[in-house]
Every structure is written in structure tokens, then in C-alpha cells.
């Protein structure tokens, strides 16, 4: 059942957050969506640019309709991933997407907040929802690349809110895209979630840039011939006490490229004879459906599906 992430957000406020998984192929979908009902967890499917183009848009849209109907018990969002204002509209209109997140975080406050109510009408007015940015994660967020951390000011995050009636908000409190997130010790800014939750109770926040690069899968990557080094993410025992402050939304994309190039690795590594795409595809779908099914277990989202399937209808 393909739901708004409105109705997720609703359920999971303030107890568990939900996962927000990139896919971009076939291979992912099928993991994606056996790890979900394994686990018995709503969840977000994030569509991004870069997938769009990869594999086409209207091939990812079919993928999702058809995912539907082979899985019928999952209950899930289809959203665009840090979108621009043209995507947005082009998703909107699609007829697909349940959701859309504007990404006008680089530009200034006034404007960011012009391109993202732009966008809030043209979604509400179709009944889907809206989520914005506000602050910039350090590194590379689509096309815009940021030096160091902007932190999401808690005063400007009550006034976007209030002014863009956007339906939840990304936060920039120190994670960053990508499988290199800190130099030492993890740094959260958790006393921006709890400013913010102050001043805009019960709205759904979202961390971006959340995957842990868990050490094991880079050091198996790293043996069976990769070479990925200085790698750090963001321990996933944080999760909970995210979704307390009012994180309804986790995203994660990175730590399940790195379950693909483990799995592709050691498999050619260990079958230098074989050459048909099907086998490792074999060997990914499980294995990325166990990693979505552990994820959701951090996150708190397994187990909570007939209850939200329940409250969505
Ligand atoms: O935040 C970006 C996501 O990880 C998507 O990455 O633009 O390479 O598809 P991508
Ligand atoms: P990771 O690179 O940490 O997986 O973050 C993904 C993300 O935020 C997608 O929007
Ligand atoms: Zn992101």
C-alpha cells in the first residue's frame, strides 16, 4: 500500500523513526521490499536524481507500481530525494510519488523559502507531501558541495515552518552524506533536535547522511580487493534517541552500496570462473534484504506494520 510519509510520520512520532532507503535498480527493489515485510516495517522508498537518470524515472516508477502489487502487504512512501524545484513538479505530476523533498538549502533563507512554499501548493493541492532543508551537510548533497557543517538554526527552522507550511523539515546537525561522515570522535548536535522539538512540537524532523559504515563490511570490502580507507558513519544506537527529539525520518543510502560491493567482491573474488550477472544477484537480494530488516530493528520501525497498515486506513 503506498501511503504519504504524513501517515508514517503520524504513527512513529516521538517512538521510532522510520527508514528511508536509495535505491536504484531491480536487484535493490526486490531486496528492499522482501527485508521490509520480513521485518514487518513501514518504510520510504528515496528516488533520487541521480536514480532517476540512472535507470530511468519512468523504469524506477514502474518498478515501484509493480513492487506494490507482488508485495502487497508492505506499507511504504515513494519519494523524490533531494530534489530540485523542476523534479518536484515533474514528480508531482507523476502521479507515482507520495512525497518530494525540495532541497533549495543553498540558497538564502527568504528564497529557500519562495522555491519550497512553490513547491508545498503544487504537492498539497495533489495530496502529496512535502519535506524541505534547512541548513547545508557538510560534503556533497546532490549537486551543491558545502566546506564544513551550516547547523539548522532552531528559530529559523519555527519561522521556515511556519512560513512554507512544509511538512517536515531535514536538519543539519552534523551527519554528512557519503562513507567519510568524521575525523574521530562522532559529533551530533542532538541540543538543536531538542530546541527545535521545543518550538515546533510534534513536526516530523529528518536526518540525512545517517548510514553507519559499519567497519566489518569495509574491512571485507577492503579484502577482497577495494580500497576504502578512512571510512566512519553514525552509530546506529543513536537512532532511538533521534526519533525521541522528534526524528521521524532516518535516511540511509550509502551503507547499502557498501553491502552491494561486498557482496559483488567477495563473490568474483571467490568465483573467478563465473560471469552470469544472476548469481551475485542472487547471493545481493537476501543479503540486502537482511541489512534493510537489521537497519529497521535499530530504527524501531520492525514489527510496527500491521499497526500502521491499521492507522493508514
Ligand atoms: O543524498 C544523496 C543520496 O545518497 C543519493 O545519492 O545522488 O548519488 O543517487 P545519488
Ligand atoms: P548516507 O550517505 O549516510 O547513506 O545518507 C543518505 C541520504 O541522506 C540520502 O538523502
Ligand atoms: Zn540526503
Known amino acids: 500500500m503506498i501511503v504519504t510519509t504524513k501517515k508514517l510520520f503520524e504513527h512513529a512520532y516521538g517512538q521510532y523513526a522510520i527508514g528511508a532507503y536509495n535505491i536504484n535498480n531491480l536487484e535493490q527493489t526486490m531486496g ?22 540512472y535507470t530511468h524515472k519512468k523504469m524506477l516508477e514502474s518498478m515501484m507500481k509493480t513492487a506494490d502489487e507482488i508485495f502487497p502487504e508492505s506499507v511504504f512512501a515513494i519519494h523524490l ?4 524545484e523542476e523534479t518536484c513538479m515533474d514528480c508531482i505530476n507523476s502521479g507515482v510519488y507520495s512525497s518530494v523533498m525540495i532541497d533549495a538549502s543553498h540558497h538564502p533563507l527568504e528564497k529557500n523559502i519562495e522555491i519550497t512554499k512553490r513547491v508545498v501548493d503544487a504537492a498539497h493541492a495533489k495530496g502529496l507531501v512535502v519535506e524541505a532543508e534547512l541548513g547545508l551537510l557538510k560534503g556533497i548533497e546532490e549537486d551543491v558541495v558545502a566546506a564544513d557543517h551550516v547547523y539548522t538554526k532552531p528559530e529559523e527552522a519555527e519561522y521556515f515552518v511556519k512560513q512554507t507550511g512544509v511538512d517536515s523539515l531535514a536538519c543539519a546537525i552534523g551527519t554528512s552524506h557519503g562513507a567519510f561522515k568524521f575525523k574521530g570522535d562522532q559529533k551530533l548536535r542532538f541540543d538543536i533536535l531538542v530546541e527545535i522539538q521545543k518550538r515546533l512540537p510534534r513536526f516530523p524532523l529528518v536526518m540525512h547522511g545517517s548510514s553507519s559504515v559499519p567497519k566489518d563490511e569495509v574491512a571485507r570490502i577492503n579484502a577482497a580487493g577495494g580500497n576504502i580507507k578512512g571510512a566512519s558513519g553514525v552509530d546506529a544506537d543513536q537512532f532511538l534517541g533521534a526519533a525521541k527529539l522528534g526524528v521521524t525520518k532516518i535516511n540511509i543510502d550509502t551503507d547499502g552500496r557498501l553491502v552491494w560491493c561486498r557482496v559483488h567482491r567477495e563473490f568474483f573474488r571467490d568465483h573467478p570462473e563465473m560471469f552470469d550477472l544472476r548469481d551475485p544477484g542472487k547471493v545481493f537480494i537476501p543479503e540486502y534484504a537482511a541489512f534493510i530488516a537489521a537497519k529497521n530493528v535499530k530504527l524501531g520501525s520492525a514489527g510496527r506494520l500491521d499497526a500502521v497498515r491499521a492507522a493508514c486506513k
Open 81 to 84: 530525494d533531494h530534489g530540485d
Open 32 to 53: 528492499l521490499f522482501k527485508g521490509n515485510v520480513q521485518s514487518k516495517a513501514p518504510f520510504i522508498v528515496q528516488l533520487s536524481k541521480g536514480a532517476r537518470s
